[in-house]
């Protein structure tokens, strides 16, 4: 069973920045397609940033064109943990932020479609202040 646990969310000003963790169990995350989703209130989900799963030693990312520049997801292979890096917070970022974790891996290179995606986290908030 795979479970993942999202953290680091908060309040946060404009311009400023925050990290999020996302830790793992009961899978080694280099082996898979990992993203980051977002969700407003009112809003669907949306891809934010996505990793895809390790066959060289390059982990090839992609972003949404909203934070690209600003975010930056990446791999901590020891403590199997994803991280989006999220700098120069903007008023349109707020939202419940999601990892996930593509096990079929149907898709090869980076994963945007949600439905490809087999297990969520529960989600950290993520506020943003002008």
Do not use: H
Not at 36 to 53: C, I, T
Not at 63 to 84: C, H, M, P, Q, W
Request: proline share 2%; aromatic share 12%; net charge neutral.
């Amino acid at each position: 069973q795979v479970q993942l646990v999202e953290s680091g969310g908060g309040l946060v000003q404009a311009g400023g920045s925050l990290r999020l963790s996302c830790a793992a169990s009961g899978r080694t995350l280099s082996r898979y397609a990992m993203g980051w989703f977002r969700q407003a209130p009112g809003k669907e989900r949306e891809f934010v940033a996505g990793l895809r799963r390790s066959g060289t030693t390059l982990y090839y990312a992609d972003y949404a064109d909203s934070v690209k520049g600003r975010f930056t997801i990446y791999r901590d292979n020891v403590e199997n943990t994803v991280y989006l890096q999220m700098n120069r917070l903007k008023p349109e970022d707020p939202a419940v932020y999601f990892c996930a974790l593509d096990l079929n891996g149907r898709v090869f290179g980076v994963v945007t479609d949600e439905n490809e995606y087999d297990y969520w986290g529960q989600g950290t908030q993520v506020t943003v202040s002008s």
